[in-house]
């Protein structure tokens, strides 16, 4: 069964940027569609970004207009490009397919944006 492991998470001032990595030990290429989700501590997890195998995309209105998700699907590997980011954006980062597909959880990657 198909892993995920995210990544690139860290400490970034309001206003800087983040890449997130999902990795994924096998391949994705069949998952309609992947996305990226994010739980901050007493929160709902909330899906953020989604992207089809041929590379359509959509977003969710907390992030339009600042985050970009892509994927290699040579690679299996799925990023969020995350700019101009702001306090509220502070949460575990998590991938995963979207509705029918989605698979067991990894362990997510912290992003925490402070001052």
């Known amino acids: 069964q198909v892993q995920l492991v995210e990544s690139g998470g860290g400490l970034v001032q309001p206003g800087g940027s983040l890449r997130l990595t999902c990795a994924a030990s096998?391949?994705?290429?069949?998952?309609?569609?992947m996305g990226w989700y994010r739980q901050a501590p007493g929160n709902q997890r909330e899906l953020i970004a989604v992207?089809?195998?041929?590379?359509?995309?959509n977003y969710a209105d907390s992030v339009k207009g600042r985050f970009t998700i892509s994927r290699d699907n040579a690679k299996n590997t799925v990023f969020l490009q995350m700019n101009s980011l702001k306090p509220e954006d502070t949460a575990v980062y998590y991938c995963?397919?979207?509705?029918?597909?989605?698979?067991?959880w990894g362990q997510g990657t912290q992003v925490t944006v402070s001052s």
């Open positions: 995963n397919g979207i509705n029918q597909d989605i698979l067991s």
């Open positions: 096998g391949s994705i290429f069949s998952i309609y569609a």
């Open positions: 992207i089809t195998s041929n590379g359509f995309t």
